[in-house]
């Protein structure tokens, strides 16, 4: 039987407010109430997932996602029911079901700065690189496998950021790398002997795409044959890489300094 959800009515306030203003319509069954149990215990589905706490659920109220249902913790659900259903202590105020969008084209993500993840396996990271990238000039992100964008623990990495940003998951990364090569100028974060530090870098284009590859063996060779440079971090100490979300921020920032 397909799920159904209640429908949420709100009046959305600025993120600097601690209240929220909320009128949910009633509940039509007892099945509606069993439906959202199991998603929060889910966390995400193909269709929908989860955002936990006041500042991400004020977040993406002020984006252009669709809201399902705002639950609030205390009153539609107990503390002590939410904490056994998300499995840790939740205090936090707010869950909200929320929709996710369509996978947008390519064009919608490739305006700007283009931060591009080959596979990025850890969550945490990849909400980290996403809140890096909202902050220091990124337009879109741009995935190819790994972890999901809508997944809890991204969400909460994010600060709510993905909401901010467009996010493509590529059915066909290398498809989507040569079709950039046309406006972009691709850069791979690398540690290959071809690679230059990124304080010698000089922008050939105002339409960057950094690739970064997961921290424990980078980018793979087939992607690094798509990169127009390939360039690294100095370090010094002994420290031969650090970690990907860290480097996503200097990339980030010395790209936004390089830019006119």
């Not at 706490?53 to 809201?67: K, T």
């Not at 399902?68 to 539609?76: A, L, S």
């Not at 202590?89 to 969008?101: T, W």
Request: aromatic fraction near 6%; glycine fraction near 6%.
């Amino acid at each position: 039987m397909a799920r159904s959800f209640s429908i949420l009515r709100y009046q959305s306030l600025p993120v600097t407010s601690s209240l929220f203003v909320i009128t949910l319509r009633p509940y039509l069954s007892t099945n509606n109430m069993i439906d959202w149990r199991n998603l929060v215990k889910k966390r995400e589905t193909e269709t929908h997932f989860i955002v936990e706490g006041q500042i991400a659920v004020e977040r993406l109220q002020n984006s252009s996602y669709s809201i399902d249902k705002i639950i609030r913790i205390g009153k539609d659900l107990s503390r002590d029911e939410a904490s056994s259903l998300l499995g840790f202590h939740f205090h936090r105020g707010y869950l909200a079901i929320a929709r996710k969008p369509r996978n947008p084209p390519l064009s919608e993500v490739t305006k700007g700065t283009l931060v591009v993840l080959p596979e990025i396996a850890d969550p945490g990271n990849l909400g980290t690189i996403i809140r890096n990238a909202n902050a220091l000039g990124g337009a879109g992100i741009l995935l190819g496998k790994g972890a999901s964008p809508f997944n809890s623990k991204a969400i909460r990495a994010s600060a709510g950021k993905l909401f901010d940003l467009p996010v493509r998951r590529a059915p066909d990364l290398i498809s989507d790398l040569t079709e950039m090569r046309k406006t972009h100028t691709i850069l791979g974060a690398s540690l290959s002997k071809n690679s230059v530090p990124i304080e010698d870098f000089q922008p050939i284009s105002d339409q960057i795409a950094l690739l970064l590859g997961p921290e424990d063996f980078g980018l793979n060779k087939t992607i690094e044959s798509h990169c127009d440079r390939l360039i690294h971090i100095p370090m010094s100490r002994g420290t031969d890489s650090l970690n990907v979300a860290s480097a996503s921020a200097i990339f980030l920032h010395k790209i936004q300094q390089c830019l006119p």
